[in-house]
């Protein structure tokens, strides 16, 4: 656990690791806290209708149990098992029961249509799902297609799919969870697929233990007294399972579960109010959703801290948050593979907008030349890189040996994972994010990172969202092209995309501003929020070919 110093190189410098040889996560999360405490709550689950339930560990041990007990019937230690559920007590019972039976937890968003679940559910050769009765109407029109999925265990128990509460109640609510090592395989998160097919990202038990330094930073010395935390993000991702749902349990940090039909400024603010939410994992698109909302300022909030990550934040959305929320929304870093590694923390050091922060004490991060593994100068460009081994960094892509061995890069004895990020080092230590590789723009020989742009952007009132890809262009090499989608009641016109590059080009360099602003209706998002830019790119491209043509 981090113990906050007088400055962040003494908390760096006095953290160290402590990961025993066996552990597990199901019993860390649940049944270790159920023996401090049982009593406690761990869970609050607020209903899509707005009813509340409270539930202990001491609850959630005895019912994991069952579950446990269940899926040993089943399937096989080792047997992918997929939790096809939206936030809710049995998404958190899924993977605690997963997890104390030795088998492997398999997250899935239930936004994902058929064809997203076939290509994770074959892939991974899942045996198992437990899912509701939406996610089995939607495995029934894939079943046949996927041979190694043997049973459905379904909440409400619908024909074809074995029953949730059934199951559970006819097995014994006690259960002796497998002696996991912590290098034993316990999650398998696919990847977000912003470029190509998304990869099963193993991670071991130990990936608990890597994250937590991580989420202690980000959340200003985390867990405090009176500590309750709240995501927006779905436990199906990593962002949500193992950076709010997972750390939280550990600590014994009461976690609100909360399933919106529609994910809207107005029901977020409510609910942190109503229900004393006093840490928030917020990623930029509901920050930016919120932003929006004309009553956001006057929220009587009681927050302690508020994180973000997954897309950069600017000084416009830092500067708002601290008016809404009153603390600085600290910015983390990282990705399936190997998450939470950078993270700003507002009470240990100033922020920088634009810039992620410092590496999270426990993890060696350096910006590389990727050609001769050397550390980059402070100011000049490269690849973010994270030295093996780290207790967060996942063990292989599922089936992909290939992609495995690209991911890393040895030097000498020393092996280093690739974020597939490009950033720099600033004077001050901190890690500044440039962009994803393929999304930096080379233009008229200046390299350009979208962030900025986009933030700048963002600043503008008639912009809700924003885009920046480069365009093809025979003199430039490329361009920046902007796609915008508009704040609600705004009409786009021919002015209004001048004003809009105007306002980038009166801010930011020169060869900054967007050359190209295009309107569209949706942004391309990924499940988790990201900006897909290779679908912007490939609008811009066909735009330029259209015009040679």
């Not at 009587?300 to 950069?312: D, K």
């Amino acid at each position: 656990m981090l113990n906050p110093e007088a400055s962040y190189a003494l908390t760096r410098d006095r953290f160290a690791w402590d990961i025993p040889e066996h552990y597990n996560i199901g019993v860390d999360i649940c049944d270790r806290p159920a023996a401090e405490n049982g009593a406690a709550i761990a869970i609050i689950d607020v209903s899509e209708d707005g009813s509340v339930a409270e539930y202990s560990f001491e609850e959630l041990r005895q019912r994991s149990n069952r579950l446990a007990n269940a899926l040993s019937r089943i399937s096989a230690p080792g047997d992918r098992i997929g939790v096809l559920l939206p936030q809710s007590v049995e998404t958190a019972l899924s993977h605690i029961a997963i997890t104390k039976a030795g088998r492997i937890a398999l997250p899935l968003f239930t936004l994902f249509g058929p064809e997203a679940l076939l290509h994770r559910l074959r892939d991974s050769g899942a045996s198992v799902v437990v899912t509701n009765p939406d996610g089995l109407r939607k495995l029934a029109e894939i079943r046949d297609a996927l041979p190694d999925l043997r049973q459905i265990i379904c909440l409400g128990g619908p024909e074809g799919a074995l029953d949730f509460e059934a199951i559970c109640a006819a097995e014994s609510p006690e259960f002796t969870a497998v002696n996991s090592r912590a290098e034993d395989p316990a999650v398998l998160i696919y990847t977000s697929g912003t470029t190509g097919n998304p990869k099963g990202a193993l991670h071991a038990h130990r990936v608990l233990l890597g994250h937590l330094p991580g989420v202690e930073m980000s959340h200003d010395f985390f867990p405090q007294p009176g500590d309750r935390i709240w995501t927006p993000a779905d436990w199906a991702w990593i962002g949500g399972l193992l950076d709010v749902l997972m750390p939280a349990l550990h600590h014994g940090v009461t976690v609100v579960a909360c399933r919106f039909r529609k994910f809207t400024a107005e029901a977020a603010f409510e609910l942190m109010r109503s229900h004393g939410i006093r840490n928030a994992f917020l990623p930029p698109t509901a920050l930016k959703m919120m932003r929006l909302w004309p009553e956001a300022e006057a929220q009587n909030l009681q927050m302690r801290s508020v994180a973000s990550g997954g897309e950069t934040l600017g000084k416009e959305l830092i500067d708002w948050g601290q008016r809404v929320f009153g603390v600085t929304i600290n910015e983390f870093y990282g990705q399936t593979e190997c998450n939470m590694i950078v993270s700003s923390c507002g009470v240990l050091e100033p922020t920088e907008p634009g810039v992620m922060g410092f590496a999270v004490p426990g993890h060696d991060v350096q910006v590389l030349d990727e050609e001769t593994g050397a550390v980059m100068p402070p100011g000049e460009e490269g690849s973010i890189a994270v030295r093996a081994p780290d207790p967060v960094m996942f063990l292989e892509y599922w089936n992909r040996p290939d992609a495995t061995a690209e991911k890393f890069l040895t030097v000498g004895e020393t092996r280093w994972l690739l974020t597939g990020d490009k950033g720099l080092r600033t004077a001050s230590g901190r890690i500044a994010f440039v962009g994803r590789e393929d999304d930096v723009i080379s233009s008229a020989g200046y390299r350009i990172g979208p962030a900025e742009i986009e933030d700048c952007l963002l600043s503008h009132p008639a912009v809700q969202m924003a885009g920046v890809v480069g365009k093809p262009d025979p003199l430039r090499g490329a361009v920046v092209a902007a796609y915008i989608k508009l704040a609600e009641g705004v009409a786009e016109s021919p002015a209004l995309a001048e004003e809009i590059a105007l306002h980038v080009k009166d801010r930011l360099a020169a060869y900054e501003f967007p050359r190209v602003v295009r309107f569209i209706p949706e942004m391309p998002m990924t499940t988790t929020g990201k900006i897909i830019r290779a679908e912007l790119r490939k609008l811009a491209e066909q735009e330029a070919a259209n015009e040679q043509n």
